[in-house]
């Protein structure tokens, strides 16, 4: 009996799309995150130093990665709900 036959059975393109999907979307999630954590940290160092121009910066960084953040586990989320 060859091995050939049960290659047949796996889908080798939509493998493919999961595993490209998933590393992207895993790069985003990561992105996003640490954009976050990193406007977080430059408001907190910046407020404290009293500079208030780059605080606000850093906070809009911060919120922009919040955002981003919440979007992707929500297509994630919905993507997995509804196929």
């Known amino acids: 009996m060859s091995v050939l036959p049960f290659a047949t059975v796996v889908d080798w393109e939509a493998l493919l799309d999961a595993a490209v999907a998933s590393l992207v979307a895993g790069i985003v ?3 996003a ?3 976050a954590i990193l406007g977080a940290s430059t408001f ?5 130093e009293e500079r208030y121009g780059v605080a606000a910066l850093g906070a809009a ?3 922009i990665g919040l955002l ?3 979007a992707a586990i929500a297509a994630g989320l919905y993507t997995m709900i509804n196929g």
């Open 68 to 70: 981003a953040f919440a």
């Open 44 to 48: 907190a160092d910046a407020q404290r």
């Open 29 to 31: 999630v990561t992105l």
């Open 61 to 63: 960084v911060a919120v």
């Open 33 to 35: 995150a640490s954009l």
